[in-house]
């Protein structure tokens, strides 16, 4: 099985691109996210790659971020997604957009990608959002998930003190102060005890 390729970019397009190494050309396909990042041709390329083999054929797919390829192959496990349109989910978000479309429930977000439809969403946001711990184990999804949570929370602490009658700048800069004093995880509940401690 071919997991990593270093060579010369001999083509590409966002269909597919073809290496050279050592004389051999091996086509790659690529998420755009990768496309868009790849030097010109001539120049030397570095990708992490998925074999996928078929019974009539063996394909490569090749990601510029490890991130990528292991949200590939979860997207893969996906009741109805095969390599494609998992290369093609990939072209229209990222893996920390993904994990925090999961982490909040955004089923919008999944439909707007081209070639996922309601049905198909739904199958991501219910056979991904449990594996979120296991997407996480790259170090930037967990920063994503971890950031995004937190929004979250901020978030939901300025609804619930702009719903008590405080306005919005007064909310957000008590809940700055909280945060600044809180250590440890941040609750929604911590947060707004400590705000309303800071208004008072």
């Not at 071919?2 to 397009?13: D, P």
């Not at 597919?16 to 050309?25: A, E, F, K, R, W």
């Not at 296991?134 to 971890?146: E, G, H, Q």
């Amino acid at each position: 099985m071919i997991a990593h390729i270093e060579g010369r970019l001999h083509f590409k397009s966002p269909e597919h691109l073809i290496i050279d190494v050592d004389g051999i050309g091996y086509q790659v396909h690529v998420p755009l996210t990768t496309f868009y990042e790849l030097p010109d041709v001539g120049n030397t390329v570095v990708l992490h790659i998925h074999t996928h083999v078929r019974e009539d054929a063996l394909q490569l797919y090749g990601f510029q971020a490890q991130e990528e390829k292991a949200l590939f192959i979860r997207l893969m496990g996906v009741a109805g997604i095969g390599p494609r349109l998992a290369v093609n989910i990939l072209s229209g978000i990222s893996p920390a957009e993904l994990a925090e479309s999961l982490l909040q429930g955004d089923l919008a977000r999944l439909i707007s990608i081209p070639g996922v439809g309601r049905k198909t969403a739904e199958r991501i946001m219910l056979e991904m959002r449990d594996k979120l711990p296991a997407l996480a184990a790259d170090r930037d999804i967990v920063l994503s998930v971890k950031n995004a949570a937190a929004e979250a929370v901020i978030n939901d602490a300025v609804s619930a003190l702009v719903n008590l009658g405080y306005k919005k700048g007064v909310a957000q800069r008590a809940i700055d102060q909280a945060q600044q004093r809180l250590q440890g995880e941040m609750t929604l509940e911590r947060l707004l005890k400590e705000s309303l401690r800071a208004l008072a």
